[in-house]
């Protein structure tokens, strides 16, 4: 049986449930600057902040928009999905390293960590957009870290909702969990190694059985 060194996690989405907050606020933003592109809210899943203002805004308003997203985010509520909480700590007590690896810039993570101060402390560390040369669907994120957790990709599992950060963690080239937490199971099952639809009645038993199959 393979030893389980690291989990890494994506944060929105897979750990808290704020992807419908997320939606309505980039809908909003899509409307509003990008009509031309209907499906903006859903396109910009699981990228950088960066990434979206290069991709889909002028110059000109980048700082305009990061000022709506960051005050956005002040006020956001930050909702754990079913039983992550009670599985982080699980992992925890067997020893695995546990980090979340995000496209959120360490901004976000300061408003989080207002919000709900005992949450992030249950990381061993916290990877943000910073931290990263290319934004999700690149593997880059996941590959810091594994590297971070001082583990081979063989010792580590990702843990991820959307399909830009399933395809991060299959292109790193480590067994990916998807969680059908914003996408149907059938939409995202060829997209990663295993679904479940949240965290509610997995532990570490249960997860090495999924990974040693």
């Known amino acids: 049986m393979r030893n389980l060194k690291a989990a890494l996690f994506d944060l929105d989405g897979t750990l808290i449930a704020t992807e419908d907050q997320y939606t309505e606020f980039w809908g909003a933003m899509g409307r509003k600057y990008r009509p031309d592109v209907p499906t903006f809210a859903y396109d910009i899943k699981g990228t950088t902040l960066t990434n979206i203002l290069s991709r889909f805004f002028a110059p000109e308003l980048w700082e305009e928009v990061t000022e709506a997203i960051t005050n956005f985010e002040k006020t956001m509520d930050y909702p754990c999905v079913e039983g992550a909480e009670e599985f982080v700590k699980d992992l925890k007590n067997h020893g695995v390293k546990c980090f979340v690896v995000t496209s959120s810039p360490t901004l976000k993570?300061?408003?989080?960590?207002?919000?709900e101060p005992d949450f992030l402390k249950m990381f061993d560390r916290i990877l943000t957009a910073e931290d990263f040369s290319a934004s999700k669907p690149d593997p880059d994120c996941y590959l810091k870290g594994a590297q971070a957790a001082d583990a081979q990709l063989d010792e580590c599992i990702v843990f991820e909702d959307a399909f830009t950060g399933l395809q991060a963690g299959m292109s790193a080239g480590i067994f990916t969990i998807g969680l059908a937490t914003g996408n149907p199971r059938e939409a995202i099952q060829d997209k990663c190694n295993y679904v479940i639809d949240n965290f509610e009645g997995l532990?570490?038993?249960?997860?090495?059985?999924?990974?040693?199959?």
């Open 109 to 115: 993570m300061e408003s989080l960590a207002k919000k």
């Open 203 to 213: 532990n570490y038993e249960e997860l090495l059985k999924i990974w040693n199959k």
